[in-house]
């Protein structure tokens, strides 16, 4: 495999990595862990003619801090460390769930929080924890910081709202209220999502007050399942409620297909795996 | 001696060069001068290829050469030749880079020589190719279809052969008086070789001596070099060394003369520089011989007790756009003639139509023919159990060959010279407790789980193969085996094989048989292969032949040492041979252990010829060239348990229990290796992998992102034993295991989703059992099993 030919670059830090990026604008890509990059490159399905190599950035981009109500998670946070921070187990457990499914070990010890969010791959796994978790995104450009809610930033096949020479720098994700759960149908050759289904649900006494579904795999990009969502608050949680608000969690979309999933199934899955989070969920409430 | 080296499970020779990155494959060797090469590819299944404009990728500095395929012509280069030959088959020319129009996405039509290969890619970006498209056709059946696009003119409706095995009119009286029939339609789906190691050539030529060497990722150098030298270069075959170093897995795919391995050769020549081409994994699955790919009808018949009485089939094969070397040997010759499987069924017809199509070629890949008839077999013999609702255990039971039976003439040219099957089936469903599954089965529905058991009772027929036999029916090839056995003046022993190691683990199973016959240790043996240069001749690794042919010649000739040696001692010892005996690496006299004299010092006086027998020629070396009575018949038992989830079809193989004949074991290590990796990719025929094309011939599957092999996580702990039945026929008794497991599993495994998914009616579905496929077909039946 053998990419086109490209110039590297390894700034040490941000200001530097944003003057490359004003520099060379739409010539330069960057680079975090690499894994969905590096084979396009390979296959020279991408042909950046500049890599901004953000690994000198770890001291920076690398974190998971606990800001109150919110944990800030720095972009350069690898899978693996996102997935077993006690911090994020014990207070936002979603995301560290969904960490687990992506890739194998190796994957996760090197991958990235924000370079997977940043490629928007429509079959990743974050969007989906992203979206069900209400996080915001913040890019950081030239002129300053900005910050994107999770449900305005996926905007379609590998693309999303930040700018040319932005760079995602954080993910600010809410201190859980209620239980979650992320369930998957993995391809079986790429391991990626056919579909996968994060939730959120919070509620007393059998009712549910606040339910959050984020869905990746099913359509051009991440998405909220918003009339599962409608169909869940303030009512009383039974499984049958849960089967049936499921019904809706394709609802509106175009969905993707491929030699191993059509339409009409990554549909059924998608309605399958929200039945199955949703319930879930409500288990660990 | 007390305890041979044969029987025990010794860790392999080869591993530690393996496990520690030392090994030596094609693309670590580099020669001083060497130039990369770059292909530049059809994008398109059909198309004329109106011009070429090299100049831009010239232009680029580092770039050495632009070749196309008339400059292979103007060289006076052939094309590949076909290796078996069909009554009618035609056989249309197959060049090694396209000439005027591209048959298959993925067809050469351009290499570009650079000084490295980043470089070589680069330029072949640049290649400027004029395509004309042309309507193309993917699918065997489409491309029989009247007005379907033709693939070649010399092979009017893109037939490429029809062939016929058994008695046709026997056949049809059975059918007309059978109790009960049974039919099938079904396709056995196309699938990618994907061994570990792409496909790489390093050609050298000196220009002094006029001699080629090539380092080619092949499971058969001689039969490399004989292709090349004499068909396609038409050079003294001499001048051609073919060097097969490590080499990461082929199952069949690293067989044929490919069309790199004579770009690389040619440009070698012309530029005078060694030329290198690795394999990008996408080239992989663009270039290397493909394999299955059947649509097939067949029908079975019983009589009023349940003895199948006779089995039609009628199969068009896919031959893809151009005839590899043995292509025309796996649909016919090594599918045909094993309908039989292990049952007694005493009239067959076989008809098998090939068919070309815009597609990558189809040539053996593991199992190569046997396992596509063996999956029809165990497929319709479940299907016939449920018909007439028989157990299918006691079905197969009822109707196996008995062993006071062999040997054992089929209706379809093969005779089994042994087996003894009861004891496989019985072994197996002990191990997984037939009975108790079945018990567990009806709990598990009335809870709405659906679990099912195959089985998968299979024959083969391999080690490859009575030369005489083979040659009457097309091939163009002996299937002996050779081997040299030569000791050093040390006592060290060198044994050349013409069998090739690239997984196998010959440079172990091989010693183990030397140092037997010897009484050596292992360390004081070299198993060496792989290079014409060393190896006096040899056909190679395939069809399950290398213990039971390889393995035959290497004992054979090491008996020949053995009976020089013990001449030597008679003479050193001053006594009779007739009274010597030969213990633990010695001769010594019969009663009188303290006479003696090792192996080692026998060796030493062989070259040093001192004290030496008058009627005796120095040195201690011997050759034999075994060619094999028969083909060997491993034989035995899989079963799968599956575990099917009605909500997503997704389909979880619980259990696999595995119980192969296959003779006396050399290593049992090695054995377990081969029918694990062997279950792991049939399992992955019925469950995950298929190469998909559109039926334009655009390649859908071409990357581990869409075609799926299978990974630790999707399979069991595997479950195996054995029977012992030995070959009647080979001194050591061996039969093959290296394709029993893809032979017997992909039945074993699709048979276990189709009886768990019996409860929705359902009767059959292809391969691969994806979730998709399995949950479209609960929905589509679910309205009638609701109805029941």
């Not at chain 2, 831009?56 to 290796?83: S, T, W």
């Not at chain 2, 380092?215 to 003294?236: C, E, K």
């Not at chain 2, 067949?298 to 005839?323: C, F, H, N, Q």
């Amino acid at each position: 495999m053998y990419p086109e030919s490209f110039s590297y670059h390894a700034p040490s830090t941000l200001d530097e990595a944003l003057g490359l990026l004003a520099q060379h604008g739409d010539d330069a890509k960057l680079l975090a862990g690499g894994h969905s990059l590096l084979p396009a490159m390979k296959l020279r399905l991408s042909t950046p003619a500049h890599l901004v190599d953000l690994k000198g950035l770890r001291g920076q981009l690398q974190y998971i801090r606990d800001e109150g109500d919110t944990i800030a998670v720095g972009a350069l946070s690898t899978h693996h460390q996102i997935h077993t921070s006690e911090l994020l187990g014990s207070r936002a457990p979603l995301l560290a769930e969904t960490a687990g499914h992506i890739g194998d070990m190796q994957v996760r010890n090197v991958g990235t929080l924000g370079g997977s969010l940043a490629h928007a791959d429509p079959a990743g796994d974050f969007p989906a924890a992203i979206l069900a978790a209400e996080a915001d995104l913040v890019l950081q450009g030239a002129g300053g910081q900005r910050t994107v809610a999770a449900t305005d930033f996926f905007q379609g096949f590998f693309e999303t709202a930040a700018e040319p020479g932005e760079i995602l720098i954080e993910v600010r994700v809410p201190v859980q209220k209620g239980g979650s759960s992320y369930q998957k149908f993995y391809h079986p050759a790429s391991g990626y999502a056919i579909c996968g289904v994060a939730a959120v649900i919070e509620g007393t006494n059998g009712t549910v007050s606040r339910c959050r579904v984020g869905v990746t795999g099913v359509s051009d990009a991440g998405y909220r399942a918003t009339a599962v969502e409608r169909a869940l608050e303030g009512q009383t949680f039974s499984a049958e409620l849960a089967a049936s608000a499921a019904e809706q969690a394709a609802a509106g979309v175009d969905p993707l297909e491929d030699p191993f999933a059509s339409a009409d199934y990554r549909s059924h899955l998608a309605r399958v795996h929200t039945r199955r989070a949703l319930t879930a969920a409500w288990e660990r409430n | 001696m007390d305890k041979g080296f044969v029987g025990q499970a010794v860790k392999r020779k080869e591993d530690p060069r393996f496990l520690t990155g030392t090994g030596s494959y094609v693309d670590d060797l580099n020669l001083a001068g060497q130039v990369h090469a770059a292909m530049v590819r059809s994008p398109f299944a059909h198309a004329d290829i109106r011009s070429i404009d090299p100049s831009k990728a010239l232009a680029l500095p580092g770039v050495v050469a632009v070749i196309v395929g008339q400059d292979l012509v103007d060289a006076g280069i052939n094309g590949l030749p076909v290796g078996w030959l069909l009554d009618g088959l035609k056989t249309p020319d197959h060049p090694s880079i396209a000439v005027g129009r591209a048959r298959h996405v993925g067809e050469i039509v351009a290499a570009v020589i650079a000084e490295d290969r980043y470089l070589a890619e680069d330029a072949a970006g640049l290649v400027e190719v004029d395509y004309g498209t042309l309507p193309s056709v993917a699918d065997v059946s489409d491309a029989l279809k009247p007005g379907a696009p033709t693939v070649h003119d010399d092979a009017p409706g893109n037939i490429c052969f029809e062939w016929s095995i058994g008695d046709k009119d026997a056949t049809d009286a059975a059918f007309a008086e059978a109790a009960q029939t049974v039919s099938l339609t079904l396709r056995n789906q196309r699938l990618v070789a994907n061994a570990i190691e792409p496909r790489a050539s390093l050609a050298q030529f000196n220009a002094g001596t006029e001699e080629y060497t090539l380092y080619t990722t092949s499971q058969n150098p001689h039969v490399h070099r004989l292709l090349l030298a004499a068909f396609i270069l038409g050079i003294p075959e001499h001048k051609l060394r073919v060097i097969s170093p490590d080499i990461g897995g082929g199952f069949g795919s690293k067989i044929f003369n490919y069309p790199e391995e004579v770009i690389v050769l040619h440009a070698a020549r012309k530029l005078k520089r060694p030329v290198k081409w690795t394999a990008k994994r996408s080239e992989s699955f663009l270039s290397d011989s493909q394999g299955r790919d059947h649509a097939t009808e067949a029908e079975l018949a019983v009589d009023g007790s349940g003895r199948v009485t006779g089995l039609r089939v009628k199969t068009l094969a896919a031959m893809g756009a151009y005839l590899t070397t043995f292509a025309p040997a796996v649909p016919t010759y090594l599918y045909g003639t094993l309908m039989s499987g292990q049952y007694a069924l005493p009239n067959i017809y076989c008809e098998v139509t090939g068919v070309f199509s815009h597609t990558v070629p189809v040539d053996a890949y593991r199992g190569a023919g046997r396992p596509e008839a063996t999956f029809l077999v165990e497929r319709i013999m479940d299907r016939m159990a449920q018909t007439l609702g028989e157990d299918p255990a006691e079905f197969r039971r009822k109707n196996f060959i008995g062993k006071d039976q062999f040997p054992y003439q089929t209706p379809v040219a093969l005779s089994y010279d042994s087996g003894d099957y009861e004891p496989a089936l019985d072994r197996a469903l002990e191990m997984v407790d037939y009975r108790q599954f079945r018990q567990d089965q009806a709990e598990a529905r009335r809870q709405g789980r659906y679990l099912g058991l195959g089985l998968s009772s299979y024959i083969e027929a391999c080690g490859l193969a009575p030369s005489a036999v083979v040659g009457s029916l097309g091939a163009q090839a002996g299937q002996w085996e050779s081997s040299l056995v030569r000791v050093a003046p040390t006592g060290i022993i060198e044994v050349f094989t013409g069998s090739h190691s690239h997984g196998q683990g010959h440079e172990t199973a091989f010693a183990q048989i030397v140092a037997d016959e010897l009484g050596v240790e292992l360390d004081a043996i070299e198993i060496v292969h792989g290079d014409t240069g060393k190896v006096p001749f040899g056909w190679g690794t395939y069809g399950s032949r290398s213990a039971a042919v390889g393995g035959s010649a290497v004992v054979t000739a090491v008996r020949k040492v053995r009976d020089k040696a013990q001449k030597i001692a008679a003479h050193l010892l001053e006594a009779r041979e007739e009274d010597l005996e030969y213990v633990s690496g010695q001769f010594q006299v019969k009663g009188s252990p303290d006479q003696a004299v090792s192996f080692g010092d026998i060796a030493l006086q062989a070259h040093l010829a001192h004290n030496y027998p008058e009627d005796l020629e120095p040195g201690l070396e011997a050759s034999a060239f075994y060619d094999p009575s028969n083909f060997v018949y491993p034989f035995g038992t899989h079963i799968a348990v599956v575990e099917v989830s009605p909500e997503t079809g997704a389909t979880k193989l619980l259990r696999y229990v595995a119980v192969d004949d296959c003779g006396p074991l050399i290593n049992p290590l090695i054995v377990a290796g081969q029918v694990h990796g062997g279950i792991a990719q049939g399992a992955g025929q019925a469950l995950l992998e298929h190469a998909v094309y559109e039926s334009d011939g655009q390649f859908l599957t071409g990357s581990y992102l869409d075609y799926a092999v299978p990974r630790a996580e999707h399979l069991p702990s595997f479950e195996t034993d054995h029977t012992f039945t030995p070959s009647p026929h080979n001194p050591l008794g061996v039969k093959g295991i290296g394709e029993a497991g893809t032979i017997a599993s992909s039945a074993a495994v699709a048979n276990a989703v189709i009886d768990a998914l019996s409860p929705f009616g359902i009767t059959h579905l292809d391969m691969p059992l994806s979730s998709q496929r399995v949950w479209r077909a609960i929905r589509d039946a679910q309205p009638a099993a609701a109805a029941d």
